[in-house]
């Protein structure tokens, strides 16, 4: 990402790597290794750490187990093999006139080269043993004095990330020498009054780029960071901002506010009245929805809280203005689900629905139960409900009003978008039961506006969590079963399907058999990725219709499957799972009238595994759930492997830096603005 203004782009900064005194070919191929082709890019590149080299500990004063730097000179060094020379310990002994100081790698026998006896060495470690004073595998760098020493020695050091054949000491001169001859050419990027902003209180570019390189006082690196990383997040809001004003002017809303001719016999039907919050949502879509601008919302709401009628009512809206509309879900599972639930719901109202999957093609007609009579139906409106295959197979759709996205985490950007183009700027609802961390809500959703739904439906049971080592798992079997005698049905979660030979991980294939035996005489059904379509359907349909007590999956039951007679999940090998994806799966619980359980267990030898999941004994609120997920597993985590736009950033740290966030918000608007 480039992260100068556009006005620059005669700017010398955009010069090959090659261009500069003492990288020919060769090394602009390694700097590519490392993303770097352009001097922007070299002035770009982050220290991945710094070591204070105005303060070296002697030898002697190194602590046991602290990460310290010291130096000294090489008095003796060689290779020992052993085990019929299949192993080696290559080993350097060095003097500062304090002590000596020993350093150990084992099997890399060709360090030997490069040190010999008398060269100056600076060492990073931590000390292992004290008789002899040993660090193992410490980092290194032979340090020469003279000039060169000035960027080397005697300060705040920095220390790249390398590649094969580029050292810290010739990187670091490079970055050195690029620094002083651009230093003055970089400019400031937006076109502010830096007094009339809050850029103010910023370092310049110039002096953030000098200073996260060569910083004169500890402090100077994060200052610098701060600067680098608020440019970035500029550009990331510009991009939103860009987008948004894009839409503003060239689409024209699809009128879709309806006229409750279908809502009202709907809310009428449901059986339950719509909570405050549910209602308050649903006054904001339909002001989008009856709007001149294309709705671009996301509606957020912990697990269980409702979204799918509000869906519902959003879709009934569109249809009653003579509007198709489109259902996505990420899952076929999720896809059937909601496919039966609208229909049960809307084929009273005399609405078409149909069901767009890979397995279910457009010309497969299976417009579920008493489809003919929909047929008739006086309205010609379709609600399409399918998984994102709709986007694969080329689905259109005319007189497409309303795009409802379940379940957002699972889609990325570019997905969103490309659904999108299928229409003409239908109004869009994408739904998350993962709470988005503030900080992603103003970048990865930034170009869409928030509708929370903050509580949940009343009469409620409540579900308690337990974590559990697995030599607890007897217990927790007869539990299982007293609960299947009282007439609940139960969830099993593994984490894999088959066995992948990794160190005692439990695959619902290999489990199904012994499982039967354990749970016996109550019928086990299964499910997980691999088997087609239909089995899934037909097996998530019995265990709905209470045709099985019990069922087996793997975490493909995450999102959205809703049995209110099961009350209890147990997942295994719980610590293979992120906080967010657990605290989903517990959410398939506890959606019925009785107290509700989810057991975690994790093997006993997982200690810090086990200190995480604590969070989830701790609280049942998804948006601490899906912070510390944030903090402990980074956003492509806590957003899904398929997440493909979450962004990525050289300084910015979407974990911790949500006022840098907002501040840039504030300074792209002014930007915007002139
Ligand atoms: P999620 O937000 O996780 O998608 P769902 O839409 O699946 O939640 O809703 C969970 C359950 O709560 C469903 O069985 C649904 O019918 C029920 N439900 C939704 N709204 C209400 C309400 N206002 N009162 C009672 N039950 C409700
Ligand atoms: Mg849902």
């Known amino acids: 990402m480039s992260v100068a203004a556009p006005n620059q782009s005669t700017s010398p900064l955009f010069r090959p790597v090659a261009t500069l005194w003492g990288v020919g070919p060769e090394r602009a191929a390694q700097l590519a290794r490392l993303e770097i082709r352009t001097i922007e890019d070299l002035l770009l590149h982050r220290p991945r750490r710094y070591e204070d080299r105005r303060h070296f500990r002697p030898i002697a004063e190194l602590q046991l187990d602290e990460p310290a730097i010291t130096h000294g000179a090489v008095v003796a060094l060689g290779v020992k093999w052993f085990k019929q020379h299949t192993k080696s310990i290559f080993e350097l002994i060095l003097d500062d006139g304090s002590a000596r100081l020993h350093c150990r790698w084992w099997n890399l026998p060709f360090m030997e080269k490069y040190f010999a006896v008398g060269d100056e060495v600076v060492v990073f470690g931590k000390l292992g043993s004290v008789k002899p004073r040993t660090i193992d595998h410490p980092e290194t760098e032979i340090v020469e004095t003279g000039e060169e020493s000035l960027i080397h020695l005697n300060r705040i050091t920095p ?367 299964l499910v997980h990725g691999r088997l087609a379509s239909r089995e899934k359907e037909a097996t998530m349909g019995a265990f709905r219709a209470n045709k099985f007590q019990v069922l087996l999956a793997t975490s493909l039951i995450e999102v959205g499957v809703d049995v209110p007679n099961a009350t209890v999940m147990l997942i295994e090998n719980a610590e293979q799972f992120g906080l967010a994806q657990l605290h989903q799966l517990r959410g398939r619980v506890g959606r019925g009238a009785h107290d509700s359980y989810c057991i975690l267990v994790a093997s006993a030898k997982t200690k810090e595994a086990r200190q995480r999941l604590r969070v989830l004994e701790e609280t049942t609120d998804g948006f601490r759930i899906a912070e510390a997920d944030l903090k402990l597993r980074g956003p492509g985590e806590l957003l899904g492997q398929e997440q493909s736009g979450a962004p990525r950033f050289r300084f910015g740290d979407l974990s911790g830096d949500l006022a840098l966030i907002e501040q840039a918000r504030d300074i792209a608007a002014q930007i915007g603005a002139m």
């Open 159 to 525: 220390i790249y990330p390398l590649t094969e054949g580029v050292t810290q000491r010739w990187l670091r001169a490079l970055i050195w020498r690029t620094v002083q001859a651009f230093e003055s050419k970089i400019q400031e990027p937006w076109l502010l009054d830096p007094r009339r902003s809050t850029l103010a209180s910023f370092l310049t570019r110039s002096q953030a780029i000098h200073l996260i390189h060569f910083p004169e006082a500890l402090e100077d690196i994060e200052r610098a960071r701060r600067r680098l990383t608020l440019d970035e997040f500029i550009e990331l809001q510009l991009r939103v901002q860009l987008r948004r004003k894009n839409l503003q002017t060239k689409a024209r809303a699809i009128p879709c506010g309806g006229d409750n001719h279908l809502i009202k016999p709907f809310l009428k039907g449901l059986g339950f009245k719509l909570t405050e919050a549910q209602t308050r949502v649903l006054r904001e879509l339909r002001k989008d929805l009856a709007g001149t601008q294309p709705m671009r919302r996301l509606l957020q709401g912990d697990v269980g809280s409702g979204k799918t009628v509000v869906a519902a009512c959003a879709a009934l809206m569109a249809l009653e203005s003579g509007h198709n509309v489109a259902v996505m879900a990420p899952t076929e599972i999720l896809a059937e689900q909601h496919f039966l639930n609208f229909s049960h719901w809307f084929e009273p109202l005399g609405v078409r629905i149909a069901l767009r999957t890979s397995s279910h093609k457009a010309n497969s007609r299976v417009e579920g139960p008493g489809s003919s009579d929909i047929t008739r139906a006086s309205s010609a409106v379709t609600l399409f409900v399918g998984t994102h295959a709709l986007i694969a197979s080329g689905f259109t759709a005319d007189n497409l009003g309303l795009v409802i996205i379940d379940e957002q985490h699972k889609f990325g950007v570019t997905q969103r978008e490309q659904l999108v183009r299928k229409g003409l700027y239908p109004h869009l609802l994408v739904m998350t039961a993962t709470p988005i961390p503030r900080t992603l809500g103003l970048t990865l959703y930034g170009d869409l506006d928030l509708s929370t739904i903050d509580t949940l439906p009343p009469g409620r049971g409540r579900i308690q969590t337990f974590l559990r080592t697995a030599d607890k798992l007897p217990e927790v079997w007869s539990f299982v079963r007293s609960k299947l005698r009282e007439g609940r049905q139960v969830y099993v979660v593994y984490p894999r399907v088959e066995e992948t030979g990794e160190n005692g991980l439990k695959s619902v294939t290999r489990e199904f058999d012994t499982l039967k035996q354990t749970l016996a005489p109550y019928q086990i059904g």
